[in-house]
């Protein structure tokens, strides 16, 4: 069984351009999270998908993020225009439904520089 | 809502010796308790966790960790670490699902221990 993936691993834009990340949970995981980790501080949890839908964006830093997950498979994180704070790693993990607890399985993050 | 302080960032040690990374939390709810491992150029892995029972968990390599609720602490040990085990770790703690009224399951990650292990 094929892990969750990220594409790009890495990412080097200009500030001001536009990014997108992808992420591929393990095939039949209906939960699907984003976290960000900026250097030298902690991971932090941006939103939750069940399926396609949104179930808490808390964590979403402005209205320059945009995630989508259209046919709640593959979702998509866009940055845009990108500033030299969105600069981290970005994790995506997902997660069996399940009304118990069951393990969130990460992918190997997304670099994503802004210069 | 949770906080996770981890207060080591670094810890050297050399093979073969005990090491503990430390780990407290704060929360005014129940939470669930894990550790998390991510090695060189690798995505995070769960290593253990506490969800109920038995407040000493291990893992299959080694380690273990003592959920202590007076102390609102959750430290990793290991008797005699080996050069494979330098990584990041990372406690992380989750709210329980009745208390946030889902199963959302976030986690909330303290800032991670880079544990680098000398020959």
């Known amino acids: 069984e094929a892990g969750v993936t990220q594409f790009p691993s890495h990412s080097v834009i200009e500030k001001g351009q536009t990014v997108t990340l992808r992420c591929d949970p393990i095939?039949?995981?209906?939960?699907l999270y984003w976290y960000r980790r900026v250097m030298g501080k902690e991971i932090k949890f941006l939103l939750h998908f069940v399926k396609e839908s949104k179930q808490d964006e808390s964590g979403m830093p402005n209205n320059r993020f945009l995630a989508e997950r259209t046919g709640g498979t593959y979702s998509t994180l866009k940055v845009q225009p990108a500033e030299l704070e969105d600069s981290g790693v970005y994790f995506c993990?997902?997660?069996?439904?399940?009304?118990?607890?069951?393990?969130?399985?990460f992918g190997p993050g997304t670099r994503l520089t802004v210069l | 809502a949770q906080s996770v302080t981890q207060l080591d960032s670094q810890v050297p040690v050399f093979e073969e010796a005990p090491v503990e990374l430390r780990c407290n939390y704060s929360?005014?709810?129940?939470?669930?308790l894990f550790w998390y491992v991510q090695y060189p150029n690798q995505g995070l892995q769960l290593l253990l966790k506490y969800l109920s029972g038995s407040t000493l968990v291990e893992s299959i390599n080694g380690f273990e960790a003592e959920f202590n609720k007076s102390q609102t602490s959750f430290h990793l040990r290991k008797p005699s670490v080996h050069i494979s085990d330098t990584a990041e770790y990372f406690c992380a703690v989750s709210e329980l699902p009745w208390n946030s009224g889902g199963s959302n399951y976030k986690l909330t990650f303290g800032k991670g221990t880079l544990l680098t292990v000398n020959p």
């Open positions: 095939s039949g995981h209906d939960n």
């Open positions: 993990a997902s997660r069996k439904r399940g009304s118990s607890y069951n393990e969130q399985f």
């Open positions: 929360s005014s709810v129940s939470v669930y």
